[in-house]
């Protein structure tokens, strides 16, 4: 009974055991998670995102609390959207730097190391970056407007600048503020991952996304006064507008621009990325 038991046992195949490829636990979900992990550990996260969301809605109210009907207020600002979401100029600048930190950041602490050794083919580290922020950064955006749109609406009801987001295009600027504030913050990652430094980065941002255009519009030529709307800051004012002034881009002109801006920088980074060693 015992010889045939284990003649049974000794006759069963042997199955070889598996090879396991060395980068087989790398998949695009684990690194998505490693992204967001480290995004949501960065205390600049934290402090930039308050800082956007809280200079967006105190504006939006010190603007509805103090507008003047009829001709007072803000200058000659006559749309409701552009009024109450005046502080989302602040957002144009804090979270293209947010962006810079996420990206520029690793290479300054030397992480970069250690994410691009544990993904050797490099790209999927940008993409999976990109991606986090871009969703964090959409929907923080997106609840901000809305609620500082809203809250500042209890005070303009009455008033000129009264609307509702059921009003046509009031909606649609909302979230095209939204959009362009997260577009502005991918293209400041973009600028990050291709020039590696934080500081150069940053410099670059403002001098090319913010003080060349305004150097431009000096210029006597129309034509170069014209190219200023294609310019990121300038297409993320006209998608979050209601009423179009004068020369401003339409708003799927000036949705795919931004796409194209932010694009761009992504892929130079991407390029550069697979071509040099960190």
């Known amino acids: 009974m015992s010889d045939g038991t284990s003649t049974a046992r000794t006759a069963r195949p042997v199955q070889p055991p598996r090879t396991v490829p060395a980068r087989a636990g790398i998949t695009p979900a684990r690194v998505l998670r490693s992204e967001w992990h480290k995004f949501w550990t960065l ?14 809605l105190a ?8 507008h003047e009907p009829a001709g007072g207020g803000l200058g000659e600002v006559s749309d409701p959207v552009v009024l109450t979401l005046i502080g989302v100029q602040f957002g144009q600048i804090i979270l293209p730097v947010l962006g810079i930190l996420f990206s520029a950041g690793e290479y300054s602490t030397g992480m970069i190391r250690a994410s691009l050794s544990a993904v050797p083919r490099r790209l999927p580290v940008l993409w999976a970056k990109a991606a986090v922020f871009a969703a964090v950064t959409l929907a923080i955006t997106a609840a901000t407007v809305f609620t500082t749109f809203l809250l500042a609406q209890l005070f303009l009801a009455d ?15 909302v979230v095209g503020t939204a959009v362009a504030l997260t577009l502005l913050g991918v293209l400041g990652l973009g600028l990050g991952a291709l020039i590696r430094s934080v500081p150069g980065a940053i ?10 255009p305004e150097v431009l519009l000096a210029v006597s030529s129309e034509a170069v006064k014209n190219t200023v709307a294609y310019f990121p ?37 991407g390029w550069l990325l697979k071509r040099r060693d960190v």
């Open 233 to 269: 800051a300038r297409a993320s004012e006209s998608l979050g507008a209601v009423q179009q002034h004068d020369g401003a881009l339409s708003d799927g002109t000036a949705l795919v621009t931004l796409c194209l801006w932010a694009v761009a920088a992504l892929g130079a980074a």
């Open 203 to 212: 410099g670059a941002f403002f001098v090319g996304m913010v003080i060349l």
């Open 59 to 66: 504006t939006g109210l010190v603007m509805a609390i103090g």
């Open 159 to 173: 008033t000129d600048m009264g609307a509702s987001l059921t009003d046509p295009g009031i909606a649609r600027a």
């Open 43 to 56: 205390r600049s996260t934290w402090v930039t995102l308050s800082a956007a969301s809280v200079l967006i």
